[in-house]
């Protein structure tokens, strides 16, 4: 124990020497660096290197410039045309053309997908169409069988629906001229029964106003000569109330008239309308023409003549024929 004692001892006591010597032996401390010159040098050297930079760009610039120059005289030289310069495009430039080219056989391949969608679209139409068409070919031949298999009268399904609509709408029109007739003959009616009472009962001459009167006893009755010296009496305010009422009544009977007329006249313009749609759809088909003019693409049963479209149920010149007679009504 104690041997080791003193071993550790001696160890100890040799290392604080070696500590001893170390430090005498040292070289001094540095002295402490100053941060604001370290600062200024940095910023001085920052600017030196920014001149530099901005010395070798300019002299890079002007390296390219030259060698565009060499470039093009060369490429002069060897071509002997004064205008190849103009046509001579740098790097960068070509760079820039092949991004652009790239992009533009983009576009034409995304344009071509779409022509190509497009010509699929328009086939799967073409091909719905002829579908529809034969099966109104087919419908139309049914129809013209059903219906005896006349050749001089050949049936159109779109005719018949067509004419349909305008059967409704002259049904309709004419129910409303019914009422009002049925109106003003219930007017006539009360006015003759009014008239009837008051020739019973000796008043025959005391009021001759019925409620109806006519353009002629209307301007007869202001033309005459009493007319304007009428005395103020109940008797008289009671004839110029009568008037004012019949004269209403005339008034709003016109413009029933007017309305009906309208609303007939516009019925026959959407029917003229509808047929000269249809005689278009039919020129532009090829199963209709004009005549004396040849006619190459009607088929089988479905050739619509002029002459068998005219003597349809719709009869374009029948229907013209009214509405110029309802207009000049």
């Known amino acids: 124990m104690a ?39 940095s910023r001085e050297r920052a600017k030196q290197l920014a001149e530099e930079v901005k010395e070798l760009t300019q002299r890079l610039a002007e390296a390219q410039g030259d060698n565009k120059l060499l470039r093009m005289t060369i490429t002069r030289q060897r071509l002997g045309d004064e205008e190849v310069g103009v046509r001579h495009f740098p790097a960068h430039e070509r760079e820039d053309l092949v991004c652009q080219l790239e992009r533009a056989g983009l576009q034409m391949e995304e344009m071509e997908h779409n022509v190509k969608a497009l010509t699929d679209e328009l086939q799967d139409v073409k091909a719905e169409r002829n579908v529809f068409r034969e099966k109104a070919d087919r419908l ?11 050749e001089a009268r050949i049936i ?3 005719a018949l629906c067509m004419e349909n609509r305008y059967l409704h709408d002259r049904f309709s029109q ?26 019973t009962y000796g008043k025959s001459n005391s009021s001759p106003l019925t409620g109806v009167l006519s353009a002629k006893q209307v301007q007869e009755m202001l033309l005459e000569e009493q007319g304007c010296s009428l005395p103020a009496t109940p008797q008289s305010i009671s004839d110029l109330k009568s008037l004012a009422t019949a004269l209403l009544e005339t ?26 749609r249809k005689l278009k759809t039919l020129e532009v088909s090829g199963l209709w023409s004009l005549p004396g003019k040849p006619n190459h693409r009607c088929r089988g049963a479905v050739q619509v003549s002029y002459r068998s479209f005219t003597q349809t149920p719709a009869q374009f010149l029948t229907c013209k024929n009214t509405f110029i007679s309802d207009v000049s009504v």
């Open 156 to 158: 159109d399904v779109d």
């Open 251 to 276: 008034i709003h009977e016109k413009n029933l008239v007017i309305q009906h007329q309208r609303h007939t006249n516009r019925i026959l313009g959407n029917r003229v309308a509808d047929l000269e």
């Open 174 to 199: 004419l129910q409303e001229e019914v009422n009002l007739l049925k109106s003003n003959i219930m007017k006539y009616k009360t006015a003759l029964e009014r008239r009837k009472n008051s020739s």
């Open 140 to 150: 139309n031949v049914e129809l013209n069988h059903i219906l005896g298999n006349r």
């Open 3 to 41: 041997n080791q004692l003193r071993e550790r001892h001696q160890g100890l006591k040799k290392k604080y020497r070696e500590l001893i010597l170390v430090r005498v032996h040292s070289p001094p401390p540095a002295p402490q660096v100053n941060l604001a010159q370290l600062l200024r040098d």
